[in-house]
C-alpha cells in the first residue's frame, strides 16, 4: 500500500512537471486526485488494511494528496505567467508606426470672407443683426420704397410663398425690422441668406447671400458713407486699393450709388483680372430714402443715414480669385481644402 502511494504520487509529480499547457493541469487533477481518481481509489481500499495501519496510511494519502496539489498549483502559477509574457511579447504597440490622421474639415470659403467682413465692421463699431429669409412682400419690397407694380420687382424676381410671403430677395429688409425696433443711433451689418429664380451659371444662383449696412443717426452724410466703405475697402483688398462711386439708382436710398474698387490684380493698370477696365464693381449703397425712414418710424427731419448691400459670393470669388460661383455650392472638398 505505501508503495503504491509512493508511485501515485511520484508519477503525479512527474506528470506535472512535464505538463507544459495549462488545460493539461486540470485533467492530471481529476487523474489523481478526482472522485474517481487514484488517490481516491486508494482510500476506498482502506478497508483491505489492518485497522492498526490505517491512520499511518491514512496521513500519507493526505500528504500524497496535499503534495500534488501544491504542485499543481505552483505549476499552474509558472504556467499563467509564462503565457501573460508570451502574449505580451506577442501584442508590443509599435508606437513610432505614424497614426491615422483623423479628417478635420475647415471654415467654407464663404464664411471666411464673411468673418472678414464681420471683423471690419466690428472694429468699427457696428452690431451683426440677422432677418428671417422667409419675409413679409411688405419689408423685402414695400417698406424699402418699391411699391406693388414698381419696375424694380421685376429685377428682383423671387420665390412666393403666398401673395403676402416671399423668400426674401435682398437683405435689406433687415434695415426696416431694424429700424422699427432701435432708436437710432443705429450701426449694424445683417448678412444672409437671399434668394432670386435665377438660372444657374457661372455667376447667378437662386440661393446667395449678402451682407447689408445701416447707419442711421443725426448728421450722417454721403461723406460719412464714402469714408466708412473706403476704409472696408482698403482693409478687404489692401492699403492701396482706391474706391469709385458711380451714380446708380436703388428705390430705398437717394441719392445712389455703386461702388468700385480699384483692381487689386494689376493696381488699376487693367488686366485680365478686372476685364481691362482697372475698376471692380462691389457693391450698391446711398443714403437712405426719406420714405423709408418714414415708414420705419423714424424722422426724416431729425435722423439721415446711410446704407450698403454687398454679395458676399461676390466677395468670395474676388479675393480667392474664383471664376466659377457653382464651385462654391458643390461641396467638392478637392475645391474646399483649398482656403
Ligand atoms: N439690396 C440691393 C440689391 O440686392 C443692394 C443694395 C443697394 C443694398 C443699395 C443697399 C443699398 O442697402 O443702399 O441689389
Same mark, same amino acid.
Given at each position: 500500500m505505501k508503495e503504491k502511494l509512493e508511485q501515485i504520487k511520484? $508519477? %503525479? =509529480?512527474?506528470?506535472? $512537471?512535464?505538463? &507544459?499547457? =495549462?488545460?493539461? =493541469?486540470?485533467?492530471? *487533477?481529476?487523474?489523481?486526485?478526482?472522485? !474517481?481518481?487514484? =488517490?481516491?481509489?486508494?482510500?476506498?481500499?482502506?478497508? @483491505?488494511?489492518?485497522?492498526?495501519?490505517?491512520?499511518?496510511?491514512?496521513?500519507?494519502?493526505?500528504?500524497? +494528496?496535499?503534495?500534488?496539489?501544491?504542485?499543481?498549483?505552483?505549476?499552474?502559477? +509558472?504556467? %499563467? %505567467?509564462?503565457?501573460?509574457?508570451?502574449? /505580451? !511579447?506577442?501584442?508590443v504597440i509599435d508606437v513610432t508606426l505614424p497614426a491615422q490622421k %483623423?479628417?478635420? &474639415?475647415? *471654415?467654407?470659403?464663404?464664411?471666411?470672407?464673411?468673418?472678414?467682413?464681420?471683423?471690419?465692421?466690428? &472694429?468699427?463699431?457696428?452690431e451683426v443683426v440677422e432677418g428671417p429669409e422667409v419675409e413679409y412682400d411688405y419689408y423685402n419690397f414695400q417698406a424699402l420704397n418699391i411699391p406693388e &407694380?414698381?419696375?424694380? *420687382? @421685376?429685377?428682383?424676381?423671387?420665390?412666393?410663398?403666398?401673395?403676402?410671403?416671399? /423668400? *426674401?430677395s435682398q437683405t435689406s429688409p433687415v434695415q426696416v425690422r431694424t429700424m422699427e425696433k432701435q432708436k437710432p443711433p443705429i450701426r449694424i451689418i445683417a448678412p444672409g441668406r437671399v434668394f432670386r429664380s435665377d438660372e444657374v451659371d457661372a455667376t447667378h444662383s437662386p440661393s446667395f447671400h449678402q451682407i447689408e449696412g445701416l447707419v442711421i443717426d443725426k448728421n450722417i452724410t454721403f461723406s460719412d458713407l464714402k469714408g466708412t466703405l473706403d476704409q472696408f475697402a482698403k482693409e478687404l483688398f489692401g492699403e492701396k486699393t482706391?474706391?469709385?462711386? +458711380?451714380?446708380?439708382?436703388?428705390?430705398?436710398?437717394?441719392?445712389?450709388?455703386?461702388v468700385d474698387v480699384s483692381c487689386f490684380k494689376c493696381g488699376g493698370k487693367g488686366c485680365r483680372f478686372c476685364k481691362g477696365s482697372g475698376w471692380i464693381e462691389i457693391l450698391g449703397c446711398g443714403m437712405v430714402h426719406p420714405n423709408v425712414l418714414r415708414m420705419s418710424g423714424i424722422d426724416p427731419e431729425e435722423y439721415t443715414g446711410f446704407a450698403f448691400g454687398v454679395g458676399l459670393e461676390r466677395i468670395a470669388l474676388l479675393k480667392y480669385e474664383i471664376d466659377d460661383m457653382r464651385l462654391l455650392y458643390e461641396n467638392d472638398e478637392r475645391f474646399l481644402k483649398q482656403f
Amino acid at each position: 500500500m505505501k508503495e503504491k502511494l509512493e508511485q501515485i504520487k511520484a $508519477e %503525479a =509529480l512527474s506528470q506535472i $512537471e512535464a505538463t &507544459g499547457a =495549462l488545460e493539461k =493541469l486540470n485533467e492530471i *487533477r481529476v487523474t489523481y486526485l478526482g472522485k !474517481k481518481g487514484e =488517490l481516491t481509489q486508494v482510500l476506498k481500499s482502506m478497508k @483491505d488494511v489492518a485497522p492498526e495501519d490505517r491512520p499511518k496510511i491514512g496521513q500519507m494519502v493526505n500528504e500524497a +494528496r496535499a503534495a500534488i496539489e501544491e504542485k499543481l498549483e505552483e505549476t499552474r502559477k +509558472r504556467l %499563467a %505567467a509564462k503565457a501573460r509574457e508570451e502574449q /505580451l !511579447k506577442n501584442e508590443v504597440i509599435d508606437v513610432t508606426l505614424p497614426a491615422q490622421k %483623423a479628417q478635420v &474639415g475647415h *471654415r467654407h470659403p464663404n464664411t471666411i470672407a464673411l468673418e472678414e467682413v464681420e471683423r471690419i465692421f466690428i &472694429g468699427m463699431g457696428y452690431e451683426v443683426v440677422e432677418g428671417p429669409e422667409v419675409e413679409y412682400d411688405y419689408y423685402n419690397f414695400q417698406a424699402l420704397n418699391i411699391p406693388e &407694380g414698381h419696375p424694380a *420687382r @421685376d429685377e428682383q424676381d423671387t420665390f412666393y410663398i403666398n401673395d403676402k410671403i416671399v /423668400l *426674401r430677395s435682398q437683405t435689406s429688409p433687415v434695415q426696416v425690422r431694424t429700424m422699427e425696433k432701435q432708436k437710432p443711433p443705429i450701426r449694424i451689418i445683417a448678412p444672409g441668406r437671399v434668394f432670386r429664380s435665377d438660372e444657374v451659371d457661372a455667376t447667378h444662383s437662386p440661393s446667395f447671400h449678402q451682407i447689408e449696412g445701416l447707419v442711421i443717426d443725426k448728421n450722417i452724410t454721403f461723406s460719412d458713407l464714402k469714408g466708412t466703405l473706403d476704409q472696408f475697402a482698403k482693409e478687404l483688398f489692401g492699403e492701396k486699393t482706391r474706391v469709385k462711386f +458711380r451714380p446708380h439708382h436703388f428705390p430705398f436710398t437717394e441719392p445712389s450709388a455703386e461702388v468700385d474698387v480699384s483692381c487689386f490684380k494689376c493696381g488699376g493698370k487693367g488686366c485680365r483680372f478686372c476685364k481691362g477696365s482697372g475698376w471692380i464693381e462691389i457693391l450698391g449703397c446711398g443714403m437712405v430714402h426719406p420714405n423709408v425712414l418714414r415708414m420705419s418710424g423714424i424722422d426724416p427731419e431729425e435722423y439721415t443715414g446711410f446704407a450698403f448691400g454687398v454679395g458676399l459670393e461676390r466677395i468670395a470669388l474676388l479675393k480667392y480669385e474664383i471664376d466659377d460661383m457653382r464651385l462654391l455650392y458643390e461641396n467638392d472638398e478637392r475645391f474646399l481644402k483649398q482656403f
